[in-house]
């Protein structure tokens, strides 16, 4: 039998203490689990296999079924949703002089997976709709046991969405078919985590440092792009995922950007991380106009921001005069924004 003893202590080893919802869930998961046989996972008795896990952001559901592979499963395979469905379309696309390549990706995905977690399970549009619900049913019947995190409920998937009433029969099954858990509690952990980092220890703002805080934090889910594309332009970063971005000071602020660029950035990325911070006077002007601009919309739209930088530099990081009269509100603004009550108060609106 599977002991949550297990995952207990290889979590501690890592300085994480499981809430009560959290030991719940696995407490739950891993007696299902243990009375599971693979020849039974899918039979016609209903026995239960899969896994869908629910709750708010930042909960701890990738942290939980990480610890959960860790510890027990091997010969899987665990992708972010949108990586997993930019890696069926390229399937698709290397399987499409077949008759039915949908057919074809099943066949590969399950001959190299025995288990597939698929991280923030989300439907955008009609098209993946379609996709990953036979993609889910197949694999199921083909013995491959799928893990899947989400915000939202079954039920609640694809909501609003163009023709929803072709995605009701994968969410019927999914309900039929899946172990379904509710990882209740209102905690951030994410967001709490963030917070109270601390980058101007032991030289914590350098890029390395901030990509493995990043990778850590969100799972890998941030790339080694250095580019993105907002308002139809590309701008520079230093990483950069579906819903977080990472920009240089130096870099992004020097680029000819403006007011709607902002506006559409924070309207694109739950979180803006920003590090390589270096003093300024009246030769960077240019440059402080389009960080002043960019903080009074960041700080009006509520926008979940993270600075990594010398708090000594910080507190002189524009010693000019011309832009004073500007600066005096932008100060006080980050003032707030980099302390760890602005991200809390975040959480709590």
């Known amino acids: 039998m599977k002991d949550i003893k297990v995952v207990l202590e290889n979590l501690s080893t890592q300085g994480i203490v499981l809430d009560n919802a959290q030991a719940s869930f696995l407490e739950e998961f891993l007696h299902v689990d243990s009375i599971l046989k693979p ?20 909960r701890g559901k990738t942290m939980l079924i990480q610890a959960i592979n860790d510890c027990y499963f091997s010969n899987s395979g665990k992708f972010h949703f949108v990586e997993f469905m930019q890696l069926v379309h390229k399937k698709l696309s290397d399987f499409s002089g077949n008759s039915d390549p949908l057919l074809m990706v099943v066949k590969s995905l399950s001959n190299d997976y025995k288990i597939i977690f698929l991280d923030e399970f989300q439907i955008e549009d009609i098209a993946d709709a379609m996709i990953i619900g036979t993609l889910i049913e197949s694999l199921t019947n083909t013995g491959t046991r799928l893990m899947i995190t989400s915000n939202s409920h079954p039920d609640d998937l694809y909501q609003n969405g163009l023709q ?42 350098s890029d390395k440092s901030v990509r493995d805080f990043l990778q850590r934090t969100f799972n890998s889910k941030i790339s080694h ?31 000819p950007c403006v007011s709607k660029d902002f506006i559409e950035i924070v309207k694109t990325f739950d979180w803006i991380f920003i590090n390589n911070f270096h003093s300024c006077n009246d030769d960077h002007i240019d440059k402080l106009r389009r960080f002043i601009s960019f903080i009074d919309i960041a700080y009006q739209e509520k926008q979940k921001l993270k600075f990594f930088y010398d708090p000594n530099l910080m507190d002189n990081l524009y010693s000019g005069d011309q832009l004073l009269h500007l600066w005096v509100r932008t100060e006080s603004r980050l003032h707030q924004i980099t302390t760890t009550k602005y991200l809390q108060n975040l959480e709590k609106n």
Do not use: M
């Open 39 to 58: 020849k039974s996972f899918f039979s016609k008795n209903n026995v239960i296999g899969n896994l869908y896990l629910y709750g708010p952001v930042g």
């Open 164 to 205: 929803r009433e072709k995605f009701l029969k994968t969410i019927h099954f999914i309900n039929n078919n899946f172990l379904i858990h509710h990882l209740i509690g209102t905690e951030d952990y994410r967001l709490k985590e963030i917070a109270h980092f601390d980058s101007s220890v032991n030289d914590q703002n």
């Open 225 to 255: 792009a250095t580019e993105f594309l907002v308002s139809n332009r590309k701008f520079n970063c230093l990483g950069c995922s579906d819903k977080i971005l990472w920009l240089s000071f130096d870099d992004f602020f020097s680029s």
